[in-house]
């Protein structure tokens, strides 16, 4: 197997750290980390891993990393805009996208544009900007390779059949902390019982979405840009045990599903050894040990993300930006203590009602606007 040479960008983060443990399984070289200010997490890694080249965002956190790394040969850069010259500098074959949150885009965009592979786990990305970034991937000839459990899934299960034979896609989901639970229920639920995800170990942010289940109606969103699909064809089915991670539905009505024990490191060594398979980094699935494989409709009336991006989409333009920014705002306030968890979903579907953004050309310079646009309508009615 070829050693391939990776920046991990968002280093110091869930993806990130499991992105690292793959590659040292793997024998991969990391020759480029970015984050944004964890610096001693960052340091430790650089120590590790021999990167040539690092980036810290905040310009203030690199100052300081530079006096802690002086006896290093790395070069160090600093600024939201630095991912570019790093990819310049170490001429990558592949740039793992683990950034959380719209701060992504600019990690993704750089990556295309400089004509390397993608391994993409900020869905953020397709969400605000799928048209912008599908229309610069063909344009640069680009191969966008998921990092999440769920379109890694399908992207293999597509391996199955042509095209024109596929019917729909179908996302599970293990629907979160409060599966099952009811509107009466969630009404009082706190920080600590949303971030106890039953099967995934993952960053705050994303936790509190698969509690929402905002998480999945961005999934949706990613997989109607990934593989070129009608959201319509796209369903979405609660399976509580996460082994089934999604499957394809043909014309003939068969359907092929790929499983694994939850565990997303195998997920991301997967998308860096692509077109190869590598040996196992993670455990052997046991379904006799599993006995049964579960699967619900989602209750839509109880848990509104999936709704939601589905009305976002249906709106069109900006609106799936708007949602991102007023949820990524949202479970900040939240994670604070600002605001209740049966709150949010009526605040999203009010900041989607009465932003007035149809007919805004979508470019970089609009999605940061409808974001910032969207975040602040969050904060005034919270």
Known sequence: MRVKKIIVAGSTGSIGQQTLAAARYLGMRVCGLLAHSSIKLLEDQIREFSPSCAVVVDEEKCKELKLRIKDLDVCLLCGPGAIEEMIAKVKPDIVVNGITGIAGLSCTLATIRAGKTLALA????????GELVTRLAKEHSVQILPVDSEH???????MAGTESEVKSLILTASGGPFFGKSGEFLENVSVEQVLKHPNWEMGEKITVDCATLMNKGFEVLEAGWLFGVDLEKIKVLIHPQSVVHSMVEFVDNSVVAQMSVPDMTGVIAYA????????????????GKIKSLDF???DDKTFHGVSLARKAAALGGLYPCVLNGANEQLVEMFLCREVKFAAMAKILDDCLANLNLKNVEINEENIMFADDLARKYVVSHV
Not at 122 to 129: F, G, R
Not at 282 to 287: S, V
């Open 122 to 129: 900020n869905k953020e990305s397709l969400v605000v900007a």
């Open 272 to 287: 860096l050894t692509f077109p190869e398979r590598a040996q196992s980094v993670i455990d052997e699935l046991n379904l």
């Open 296 to 298: 619900f409709e989602v």
């Open 152 to 158: 890694s899934a399908i992207f293999q299960c597509l």
